[in-house]
């Protein structure tokens, strides 16, 4: 297990988040990321709540039509102690940082589980 600060930890999903490609990254709409602890399961690195973007034919209308068809936002969030309890060094933690973050930015764009195991982002 490494120990990472919160805020080194934060900065590191800040990186991640800047090397997701800008035509991607400028698709991604409706959607914040925060860091937590703890996950309350050891083996959940990340987790995406939210409407994909795949999914979002007129949601808002449907969802909140009360407000104007306005939604909360999705949201991603990154637990920085189950990362930092699988990893044996900094530089692990970059690069898990990295997967996970692209894993839960890919859930927002619509890919599954089956599909990032198979390129290799799980």
């Known amino acids: 297990m490494v120990?990472?600060?919160?805020?080194?930890f934060e900065e590191l999903v800040g990186d991640a988040l800047d090397a997701v490609p800008e035509e991607l990254a400028r698709l991604m709409d409706?959607?914040?990321v925060v860091v937590e602890?703890?996950?309350g399961d050891p083996d959940l690195l990340?987790?995406?709540?939210?409407?994909?973007?795949?999914?979002?034919h007129d949601y808002g209308a449907m969802v909140m039509p009360e407000h104007g068809g306005m939604v909360m936002p999705d949201r991603i969030v990154i637990f920085r102690r189950p990362i930092c309890a699988i990893c044996d060094s900094?530089?692990?933690?970059?690069?898990?940082v990295l997967v996970t973050v692209v894993h839960e930015v890919a859930h927002h764009?619509?890919?599954?589980?089956?599909?990032?195991d198979e390129l290799g982002w799980s």
């Open 3 to 8: 120990e990472v600060t919160r805020q080194r």
């Open 46 to 56: 990340g987790h995406y709540d939210g409407v994909p973007l795949t999914a979002r």
């Open 37 to 39: 602890d703890d996950s």
């Open 109 to 116: 764009f619509g890919i599954d589980d089956d599909t990032l």
């Open 90 to 96: 900094e530089e692990d933690v970059v690069e898990e």
């Open 30 to 32: 409706n959607v914040f």
